[in-house]
């Protein structure tokens, strides 16, 4: 009988321990599945060609609910994306630091930034991008610093840098 007790008493207990992990379980699968081959962290999403070999020629788009992440840092540096696409961003909604440093990049227009409402810092130095256009900074309305350095750029169209909020937190070009 006390036999009986003690095996009661250890099922009892790997029930409850089961019911326990089981959400670590949930949330370690849950956290498995990064963009396309990058490596990540729930608020990092890393996609430079350093890590990322041979690289990148398109941002990689997640599957709708397929990660349970609020990346608040994108970072593309040294891939060949040389066009962003309209609603390209739109599964990355916090991104508060987009880097696209070293792309193939030549333009940047008013639908490059589309979605990215809590970016404040974009890095877009050593692309080749020749053009700015009209209201291109203006889906980024919080919108710090921009970094164009290292581009060889030929025309910003009038209204390039002007905005419906007026752009008045960039303190930094």
């Given at each position: 009988m006390k036999?009986?007790g003690?095996?009661?008493?250890s099922a009892t207990?790997?029930?409850f321990?089961?019911?326990?992990?089981?959400p670590?379980?949930?949330?370690d699968?849950?956290i498995q599945p990064?963009?396309a081959?990058?490596?990540c962290t729930?608020k990092?999403?890393?996609?430079?060609?350093?890590?990322?070999?041979?690289g990148?020629?398109?941002?990689p788009?997640?599957?709708?609910?397929g990660?349970p992440?609020v990346?608040?840092?994108?970072?593309?540096?040294?891939?060949?994306i040389s066009?962003?696409n309209?609603?390209?961003w739109w599964?990355?909604p916090w991104?508060?630091?987009?880097i696209l440093k070293?792309n193939?990049?030549?333009?940047?227009?008013?639908?490059?930034?589309d979605g990215l409402?809590?970016?404040?810092?974009l890095d877009?130095?050593y692309?080749h991008?020749?053009?700015i256009?009209?209201n291109a900074?203006?889906?980024?309305?919080?919108?710090?610093?921009i970094?164009?350095?290292?581009?060889?750029?030929l025309?910003?169209?009038q209204?390039?840098?002007?905005?419906?909020?007026?752009?008045q937190?960039?303190y930094?070009?």
């Amino acid at each position: 009988m006390k036999m009986m007790g003690q095996v009661a008493a250890s099922a009892t207990l790997l029930f409850f321990l089961g019911i326990l992990l089981e959400p670590v379980r949930w949330l370690d699968a849950a956290i498995q599945p990064c963009p396309a081959s990058c490596p990540c962290t729930l608020k990092i999403l890393n996609c430079s060609m350093t890590i990322n070999f041979p690289g990148l020629n398109h941002v990689p788009v997640p599957e709708p609910f397929g990660h349970p992440y609020v990346f608040v840092m994108l970072d593309f540096t040294g891939n060949t994306i040389s066009l962003i696409n309209k609603r390209m961003w739109w599964a990355y909604p916090w991104t508060e630091y987009l880097i696209l440093k070293n792309n193939h990049l030549s333009r940047l227009d008013n639908t490059s930034l589309d979605g990215l409402l809590s970016l404040t810092h974009l890095d877009v130095s050593y692309n080749h991008i020749q053009t700015i256009e009209k209201n291109a900074f203006e889906p980024a309305p919080l919108l710090q610093s921009i970094n164009l350095s290292g581009n060889r750029i030929l025309r910003i169209t009038q209204g390039a840098f002007q905005a419906w909020h007026g752009m008045q937190f960039l303190y930094k070009l």
